[in-house]
């Protein structure tokens, strides 16, 4: 009965450390659905980090032909497909927004259904348990090891972030600081010649008149 409890409990603090990891991420697997009419184009942007795997699922209740692209931030292609169903997998290659655009081929209005995973929210955990013979508490402990790692990355991501962005404001602050400098410089040198040409002028002038 006692080993039991302790069970019990060690079972809830898992639950309760996975739930809190969870609530530090974002949202890794995002499912909306949408009117697209003939002949017209929606396209989604997603924020993505290198070597982020991606999948993305597609549909429609009409069963019409769609076309599906996935562009990266450079312009490049990483999937294409037309058809009333399907699904892509790609790994990122670089940081960045990848752009998924769905293209209604026909000249009736569609409901699209679309859904994207990202990062771990992609990542096949009960394939894994299946491949590797994990237990329900082993597969936990590697998915929660691999939330605290994405949480981890992101930190050392927005430290990296920070000091890129401070060492550009500093930057920035002392080019000011020097332009500052030869505009006031500028400044006094275009008023000093401006006093000394009229101070000239009006030397030459009392010259003439006497």
């Known amino acids: ?42 396209c989604l942007g997603e924020q993505v980090e290198r070597n982020d795997l991606v999948i993305g699922k597609f549909s429609n209740t009409e069963n019409r032909q769609l076309t599906v692209t996935v562009t990266d931030q450079m312009g490049i292609q990483l999937f ?29 209005p569609v409901m699209v259904e679309f859904e994207i995973k990202m990062g771990i929210g992609a ?49 920035t602050n002392s080019r000011v600081f020097w332009l500052s400098i030869f505009s006031m410089f500028c400044v006094v040198g275009i008023n000093a010649a401006q006093i000394y040409f009229l101070l000239q002028y009006f030397k030459d002038k009392r010259l003439k008149d006497a």
Do not use: W
């Open 123 to 171: 990542k096949d955990y009960s394939g894994i348990a299946e491949k590797d013979s994990l237990k329900p508490l082993e597969l936990e402990l590697l998915r929660l090891e691999d939330i605290i790692k994405y949480i981890q990355d992101e930190f050392v991501r927005m430290e990296t972030n920070e000091r890129e962005q401070s060492a550009l404001n500093a930057s």
């Open 80 to 108: 294409s497909k037309t058809a009333p169903k399907g699904r892509y997998s790609i790994t990122a290659n670089r940081d960045g927004e990848h752009v998924t655009c769905i293209f209604n081929t026909e000249n009736v």
């Open 1 to 42: 009965m006692a080993m039991r409890a302790v069970q019990t409990a060690a079972a809830r603090s898992r639950s309760v450390l996975v739930l809190l990891a969870l609530a530090c991420l974002p949202r890794m697997t995002q499912g909306i659905h949408f009117e697209l009419q003939g002949r017209t184009q929606k």
